[in-house]
């Protein structure tokens, strides 16, 4: 099956910008989500990326993708309070294949 | 637009109780449905899914069952709970065509 790592802590300043690294082993997975949790909370699809595609940006989120080295970054831009949370890799082909990575938690220091 | 609700929030119960807990969706006709179990160390386990009424896939053996009385609901049991059964439960769904999952908002359950 599918292999989803992630590093679990990652700690930035307010107004900084965040990166968020995940690494994957299937190569046929055809799409790669992002999703963050709250404490306490479900799970929020936050943005994904195509497998054919090499970057998204969405407002202050932009998705980077290395197929080659099934490498999946998620930065956010000007980092807000806010943003703290668990941020989740989920790449698949499916909903029922997505396989999700441990999350990393990012704090945002003021 | 489509919602989940997924109840109760919080659930202690001793072992050897039953358990359910129920998730419905709104606004979206024959869902694919889906339980995940998150243990502490935050990754997601798929427990069990549903393409429709009466469908259920398990898997990974264990302790729960689930059941799909009807299109938007999804229920998971225990006839008899255990210690390791404790957890924070999501129930999600996705469109027929789509591969996104979009999650309830949890339930934490805690076996004493």
């Known amino acids: 099956g599918e292999d989803v790592e992630q590093s679990l802590f990652l700690s930035v300043r307010e107004g900084d910008s965040s990166v968020i690294n995940c690494t994957y082993t299937?190569?046929?997975?055809?799409?790669l989500y992002w999703y963050k949790q709250e404490p306490g909370a479900g799970l929020q699809l936050l943005t994904y990326i195509f497998s054919n595609m090499d970057m998204k940006q969405d407002q202050r989120l932009t998705v980077l993708l290395n197929k080659k080295d099934k490498h999946l970054s998620l930065r956010i831009a000007d980092t807000q309070t806010g943003d703290s949370a668990i941020y989740f890799c989920?790449?698949?082909?499916?909903?029922?294949?997505?396989?999700f990575g441990s999350g990393t938690q990012l704090t945002v220091l003021p | 637009s489509q919602t989940i609700h997924q109840w109760p929030a919080t659930l202690v119960q001793p072992v050897g109780s039953p358990l359910s807990l129920e998730c419905t969706v709104e606004g979206t006709s024959n869902p694919n449905l889906y339980w995940y179990r998150q243990a502490a160390g935050r990754g997601l386990q798929l427990l069990f899914y549903s393409v429709g009424i009466g469908q259920i896939s398990s898997e990974v053996p264990q302790n729960l069952s689930a059941s799909r009385p009807q299109d938007r609901q999804f229920i998971l049991s225990s006839k008899k709970l255990l210690l390791s059964d404790s957890g924070f439960y999501l129930c999600?769904?996705?469109?027929?065509?789509?591969?996104?999952?979009?999650f309830g908002n949890g339930t934490r359950l805690t076996v004493t």
């Open positions: 999600a769904w996705s469109g027929t065509l789509d591969s996104s999952l979009h």
């Open positions: 299937d190569s046929s997975s055809t799409y």
């Open positions: 989920a790449p698949g082909g499916s909903a029922r294949q997505l396989t």
